[in-house]
Every structure is written in structure tokens, then in C-alpha cells.
């Protein structure tokens, strides 16, 4: 059974960094894409980033570009997402998700980032 | 960016009847491969979306046969044949074509 688990969410303060990490058991992480969703009340749903199965490649939504940067340790079965210049419009629960078909098909239970003074 | 375009927004369903959810976007969703990166989500209250469908119609595992999907380029519909209790929560529908995939704004799905 896959499981994925998110870490790292807590409370920042704007301008502020963060590093979320995502923990991969029951899948041959190295032969997936991943990606990090990020769920907000006002904004609903957001892919926030991608990442290549060999972390050769690297999508970003316009919003975190040059603030947030996605990376993989295969070895280690993990993804991260390193988070800078934190803004209060961060503020979500963040997903890490398998993806597979062009979304994702697995889900972790999400870790909530909070942005405020 | 794509722009996915749910409706109706609230869906009161009645268990036992059938109920549909319409998603758009802003352009065709087919992929220069051939193939259309359309999936739809589930999100029960409390807990992470899940996926029901992707590339259209085609089923997750796991998924009752009473949730079908179709389409074709740019309008797209999620179907579920009798309705039941389980299936309160949100409806989304993505694409995953262009770089930034896209969510629709969501469809809540009640019981009347």
C-alpha cells in the first residue's frame, strides 16, 4: 500500500522559510513523478510544484516561483519542498501526491503551513 | 493558465438518484501524445482529496462502478448513478496537460 506523509508544517512569520518533507513507503519512489498541492479555504486546491523522477526536471506555479524549490532524495524515499519568502497567501495545508497520469493518485494526509505575525 | 470552470457549484443530490457535475476549460486538454489529462477528485469532509478518475474515464482502483466519466476537448462530466450517503463531500475536476495543472473551483455535493 503506498503512504505518503507530509512534515514540517508550522507557524512562520512572513518573510520567513520553511522545509516541508514528505516520507514515501509502498512504492519504487525513484520511478515517480511527485508533486505538492497546497489547499487553501479562499483559493480551493493549487498544484504548487512538480518534480521528475530523477529530479531533472522541475515545475513551479507562477505564484512560488523563485521563493519555493522542490527536490527528492530517492534514496531516502522523500520529497521536499523548501519554502522562502513566506507570504501570508502560503498559508494552506500542504499535500505531497504520487503522480501518476498526469495528477496525482496518492495523497498524504497534508501538513498545515501557517504565514503570520 | 488553464482555467477549469465547475457547475453547479452545489449539487443537493437524493440517495438513489442519479447526479452530474460539469467541468470546462479554457482550452483543449489534449496532450500533444494523444492523450486528454483530465482527472476528477473526491474530498470527503476532514480528509485528503482522493482520485476517482483520470484521463476522462478511466476509473481508480477502488472506485464503484456507479462514478463514470466522459468528454472530449474542452467539456467534460462526472456522473454518479445512484447517489449515496458516502458520497457527500467536494468535486473537483484537473488537468494536468499544461504546466500549471489547474483545479476547478469545486462542486459541493450534499444529500437534500
Known amino acids: 500500500e503506498v503512504q505518503l506523509v507530509e512534515s514540517g508544517g508550522d507557524l512562520v512569520r512572513p518573510g520567513g522559510s520553511l522545509r516541508l518533507s514528505c516520507a514515501a513507503s509502498?512504492?519504487?519512489?525513484?520511478?515517480?513523478?511527485m508533486t505538492w498541492v497546497r489547499q487553501t479555504p479562499g483559493k480551493g486546491l493549487e498544484w504548487v510544484a512538480g518534480?521528475?523522477?530523477?529530479?531533472?526536471?522541475?515545475y513551479y506555479v507562477d505564484s512560488v516561483k523563485g521563493r519555493f524549490t522542490i527536490s527528492r532524495d530517492n534514496a531516502k524515499n522523500s520529497l521536499y519542498l523548501q519554502m522562502n519568502s513566506l507570504r501570508a497567501e502560503d498559508t494552506a495545508v500542504y499535500y505531497c501526491?504520487?503522480?501518476?497520469?498526469?495528477?496525482?493518485?496518492?495523497w498524504g494526509p497534508g501538513t498545515l503551513v501557517t504565514v503570520s505575525s | 493558465d488553464v482555467v477549469m470552470t465547475q457547475s453547479p457549484l452545489s449539487l443537493p443530490a437524493t440517495l438513489g438518484q442519479p447526479a452530474s457535475i460539469s467541468c470546462r476549460s479554457s482550452?483543449?486538454?489534449?496532450?500533444?501524445?494523444?492523450?486528454?489529462?483530465l482527472s476528477w477528485f473526491q474530498q470527503r469532509p476532514g480528509q485528503s482529496p482522493r482520485r476517482l478518475i483520470y484521463?476522462?474515464?478511466d476509473r481508480d482502483s477502488g472506485v464503484p462502478d456507479r462514478f463514470s466519466a466522459s468528454g472530449s476537448g474542452t467539456d467534460f462530466t462526472l456522473k454518479i448513478s445512484r447517489v449515496e450517503a458516502e458520497d457527500v463531500g467536494v468535486y473537483y475536476c484537473?488537468?494536468?496537460?499544461?504546466?500549471?495543472?489547474?483545479f476547478g473551483q469545486g462542486t459541493k455535493v450534499e444529500i437534500k
Open positions: 501526491g504520487r503522480a501518476v497520469g498526469h495528477s496525482a493518485d496518492n
Open positions: 509502498g512504492l519504487t519512489f525513484s520511478s515517480f513523478w
Open positions: 518534480i521528475k523522477d530523477d529530479g531533472s526536471d522541475k
Open positions: 482550452q483543449s486538454l489534449v496532450h500533444s501524445d494523444g492523450n486528454t489529462y
Open positions: 484521463k476522462v474515464s
Open positions: 484537473t488537468q494536468g496537460t499544461y504546466w500549471p495543472w489547474t
